[in-house]
């Protein structure tokens, strides 16, 4: 039982670089999003997908971007990397339609970028 | 606009006396609350969920929750603690309006800290 795969687990970057993080779900689950978790923050929603090729952005979506082509799959990419996304990014994935509301979201292990 | 609030950054306790990590929150409507623990370089990890009916929810590793609608809580609770519950805890609201998008909001978190 995959659930949600993240990678890579870590990374570090240069300022400008671009990269992208890979999530991917095999639970048919429509509803992804992506968070980024800073100390003394919480999760803040960077972006998400109600299902393929549809997306919208969440509270802090700068200097981000997203695609989704597929159910199984929500790329996040990092246009030019700058130190203040420094910070571990998770991706979680839930059901949408009847019921979905009521459940609990599927998240990754996480994603930990350093940018220099 | 929804909120939820994790009054405490860390509570500590000793490893079998009761603990409590507690949560407020303000959703419009009858919230769906959900909490989460994240252990150290790993994903967060659904506990229990409040959508409606019994105040009091049962969930996983005996954690149980209350939901108190007067007070606008919705406390962690676990009657014998353990040292393996020591990690980070995230309460999360749902707005269970607004079509089908799902917004979860979460709290900053509470490190609990069980000690031997």
């Known amino acids: 039982n995959a659930g949600v795969t993240q990678t890579p687990k870590f990374q570090v970057l240069k300022t400008g670089q671009s990269m992208t993080l890979q999530c991917a779900q095999d639970?048919?689950?429509?509803?992804m999003s992506w968070y980024r978790q800073d100390p003394g923050m919480g999760l803040r929603l960077i972006h998400y997908?109600?299902?393929?090729?549809?997306?919208d952005q969440g509270e802090v979506p700068n200097g981000y971007n997203v695609s989704r082509s597929t159910t199984e799959d929500f790329p996040l990419r990092l246009l030019s990397a700058a130190p203040s996304q420094t910070s571990v990014y998770f991706c979680?994935?839930?059901?949408?339609?009847?019921?979905?509301?009521?459940?609990?979201?599927?998240f990754g292990d996480g994603t930990r970028l350093s940018i220099l | 606009a929804q909120s939820v609030a994790q009054p405490e950054d860390q509570v500590n306790v000793a490893e079998g006396n009761p603990l409590t990590v507690k949560c407020t929150y303000s959703?419009?409507?009858?919230?769906?609350l959900f909490w989460y623990v994240q252990y150290p370089n790993r994903g967060l990890q659904f506990l229990l969920k409040?959508?409606?009916?019994?105040?009091l929810v049962k969930g996983s590793y005996g954690f149980e929750a209350e939901f108190n609608k007067s007070q606008t809580s919705f406390h962690l609770k676990k009657p014998s603690a353990l040292v393996g519950d020591s990690a980070l805890y995230f309460c999360?609201?749902?707005?269970?309006?607004?079509?089908?998008?799902?917004?979860?909001?979460f709290g900053i978190g509470t490190k609990l800290q069980v000690i031997p």
């Open positions: 639970m048919n689950h429509e509803y």
């Open positions: 409040y959508i409606t009916g019994d105040n």
């Open positions: 979680a994935s839930s059901p949408t339609g009847t019921g979905g509301r009521y459940q609990p979201q599927h």
């Open positions: 999360a609201g749902r707005d269970p309006g607004a079509g089908g998008y799902q917004k979860v909001t």
């Open positions: 959703v419009s409507g009858n919230p769906y």
């Open positions: 997908s109600v299902g393929a090729g549809i997306t």
